[in-house]
Structure formats: structure tokens, C-alpha cells
């Protein structure tokens, strides 16, 4: 995971710092300078994409950094049916990241497109329409196809890497040629990229009624089939599944470059044969997955895929840290649903079982108010205090044991731990992450819990021994960076849980809306008032895409923080890999989990 190239020490603004003014000749204009930078760092916070007539709820963020605040806002429609009202702002009693004014107007349904003004201040444009999010498909799509490897991409890049690659142990050439570039460099890593197909294939599964303009089933197979190309040439003859290609020989970045094409020259990248259990896992899941979606239009492609899945399975462990244990339950999950065998059903139990052994149920480290998060350790529910008790981290996959835990339910729905699997969701998400989206205005869910202060900065004290940061930690360790990932992965487990209740006649409305406002934070809902993803809202920063340059529907890594954990964001074209990088996963969960929610509510 340790996958970055720090690019010298990038200075960033945190938001609401004034851009240092340049020397100017003559009397200074002072009006004009707080112009631009109120325009640089606006304290409107709003979704640029708009907003669904009666799904999710439309809240508006103001920072209050001017005293008094500003008391009202006003919302005009700026097509041609002249409309408008002006309404109170309210001070938000949630003060983490900033005191913070909101105004919540929910109960406009009627359709059209309009701006908010708060002081002089105006906000980007934004639609209130049914597809306000769905609109973005295809473009989001469209971003994989900009970073295929192995085949010429028209605009983009001509043939590239048809030398791929030779094994880092022994030297020898493997064709390793196809996959997708990951990110905004050359590099080609299994875990993100594997996680580009998997949220495909549940993109087509949740656009089962597709609408007009939607990505078709065939562009989608089309897509994942050429990621799977390379994928399957991972699989070592034991069936387990290499770790990389081209991601560099001892954590550098000299893999990652142009080639000359040509097998046996100097310039060849390598192929890192380390075998994950979280890798095979991913690989199986795929498989699963795609033996599904191609068993009508190609079933001999169908079967081979489904046996590169099933020897995975059976070649691994399928033990490990919670991470492993999560992945390897969805695994059983697709295969299971691809062949109906007991064998899958039982090792989903067994793992079911695990996964809810690592979850705190009882309140640990001297504090009564949060439970419900994943720890690192099989008898979290029996050890609520202890020295050596280790929450669950993980900037990508945060939501995954919860995930898992829902998948299972979904697929083993009359197994007799089902209750609890879905109980353990409901945990986690009413007794940790919604209690902690309430201690900000954006609703923003932190990036983790600690225990005390673990390195030299700030972690927000919570109760006890427990605190949190919103960003990671910038002293920990060389690599951190930008939340999206975090917020996409949540998004999607909110989003899952709505589906879930909402099939159940219950209602999911909540956490319907709680996933919303992670997608927005993304796409505008922040403190910079900046778009993350190329190509769509405003304000966007220059992705550090140092080979390709822009890519419609490619999303940064997003806002992160400095050591006093406020945010922060390169907006002044330093090429910031930590904020600005293009990543494989955050494209992957946007996909994923706007498609879930279209689905859903
Ligand atoms: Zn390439």
C-alpha cells in the first residue's frame, strides 16, 4: 500500500488561510485581493453535482469566519421561471473542523437549476433533477478506458508496455501485458485495480433497469474483460495471485515509465510474485462476479474465469488479519452465488463468525461512548480494555468487515447467525459512525480511532483513553494522503444498509443520507469548496497525473490534513500526489456506491 513518490515538500493551504498577497506596485486595491481570496478559499460549502427532488436530504454549510456570520441565505433559480426565497442560517452546534453555519431546505422538490448567495458571496450552479448523480455514469466509466495498459488509447497514449514484465526473484519474462494504469503514474497494482472490476460488475448488477443514458451491460463487460486479461496472468501455477507489476523493486519509484516495447531490454519492469491472502481473496471475488455477468452472452469465458477463481480459493488459507477475513467472506458470497456450492455457504459461516469476533461490542478504553468498530483483535468482544487492543485502520477499505458482514446476510439470508450479522452492521453504524459524523458540520466520518496519542500531533480527545483524527496521521508514517477512498467506501456500506432496510420495509433514510454526504463532501461539500473528481463541478485542482494529464471522471485522493488535523488541499498546481493524485479506488466506490443508492432509494 506503500505506493507513493513524494515529490519534495509541497506546501498546502489549509482551508480558510489567506494566499499570501504579491508585492504590488503602487497603492495597494484592497478590495480586489479579498475578492480573490474569498474566491480561493469560499466559505459556501455546498454539492456542486445538485441534488435528487426527494432522495437524500439538501443542506447547506457556511464557515463562519467573519464575525457577526452572516444570518441568512438566499436561493434563486437561474433558468427561466423566475423564483427565489431567502431563508435563516443557523449556527451548527457540531464545531470540529470549524464553527460552521447550515441550512437545511430539504422540502425544495420543484426542479430547476439555481445559485445560493450568502453575503456576496455566490455558490457554484447546481440542478435539483432525478439524475443529478446518475448523469455522471458514464463519464465516471469512461475513466478506465483512459487508463488501459497494453493497447494504444486514442488521445491518451499510443501502445504502451507490451514488455511487461519480468519476475523480480528469478528474472524470468511473464506476459503480464493489459490491466489498467492505477493512478496518476504507470504503475499496475492488483489490490486497487481488482477492486476497478469488482465495483463494475456490481455498477451492472445494481443498473439492472437502466435508464436512458446509463452505461450499457456491454460497454461494462467490454471494460472488465480487459482488466480480467491481466488479472488471470497473475495467478501463479499454485493458484495463488501475485502482488504487482511495475510497482517498483524496493519500494521506489523506478518502475514506473514509458518503455520501448521490446521483451529483454534494460527499460522491462518488474513483476513482485509476493502472494497477498487479501489479493486472492479480491481475485476470487472477481471471478465470482464475472462467472455471473458472462454466463449468458460468453459461458466458456464464464467457466475458465470461475475455475481461476475457485483455485484461488482453494490454494489460499483464508485466515489472516480482519482485512483477509473480510474479503475472503465476500469471496464466498460470489461464489457462492456463481455455483450454490455448501462448501462456500460453510466457509462464509466460519468467517461470519470471525468478523463478528472482532468487532468491540462492549465499551473499551474507559469510555461509554462509541462501540461497534472493528479491531484487529479475535476477542474484541470479550476485551474491552486492554493495552494491546488495536482498532481497525485502513484508509481504503474502512467499511469492509461491515460490508462483509451485510453481503452474508444478503446471500445466507435463513443461516442462523444472519440476525447477528446484520445486528453487528446496525452496531457500527448507530453506535460509532453516525454518533461521530455529528461532531461536524459536513458530517464528515473520521478516518480513525487511536488510543491516546500514539505520534507527536493532533488526535481530537473523544472520551477515555479513545481519540480521532479526521485525516491520518502525518507523523506516523512517509504515506498518507487524501480521504476519498475512506469516504467512498462508507458511502457504499451506508448506501447498502438503506438498500437493505428499505427491502425490509424498514426505512433507510438515514443512512441514505449520510452516504450522500460523503459523495458530496468529495464533489464540492468541503471546506475549499473545490470538485475532486476532472470534469465535473468547479474549483477542481490539477490532478498530479504526471503522465496523461487530465481524465474525465478521474477522482484525486482528495482533502487531508496537517498535523492539527484541519484540512488541507493543493490548489496551487504543485502536483500534490497526497491531495491531488488520480486513484483507482475512489473512482471505483463512486461508481459503486451512486449506483447503490439509485438502487436503493
Ligand atoms: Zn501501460
Redesign the pocket.
Known sequence: MNRRNFLGTLATLPAGMAVPALAQEGPPVVEPVEKETARRTPTIALNHMGFRPRSGRKVLVVRATVSPPPSHYTLRDIGSEPFHFTRPLKLSPSSDLGPCLTADFTDLERLGMYQITVGEEHSVPFFIREDAWRRTLPTVVGYYRWQR??VAVPGVHPV??LDDARRRDNGEHVDEVGGW?DAGD?RKWMDPTLLNAIALLNLDRNLAARQPGDPSTEQILEEVRHGNLYFLKMQDTDGRVWHDTAGGINGDNSDNHWTDNIIGTPDDRYINTKKLEHISAMFSTLQGLVSQAYRAPDPAYAARCLAAGERAWQANARTGATLDLAWWALADCELHRATGKTAYRHDALRLGKQLLARQNVAFAAGQKEVRGYWTESPSASTAPSSSHFVPYFNVVYPALPAMALLNLYETFPTAADAPKWKAAVRRHLDEYVLPMSERNAFRLIPSGLYLGQPTPETYRPLAGELTYRYFMPVRKQFWWQGINSHLGSYALLLGEFARVLNGENGSGTVYADLAYRQLEWIMGANPFGACLMTAQGMRNPFPHSRFVGLIPGGIMNGIAGNEKDEPILDQEFLIDWRTCEYWSPHVAYYLWSVSTLESSV
Open positions: 495498459c497494453g504502451c508496455h494504469h504507470l
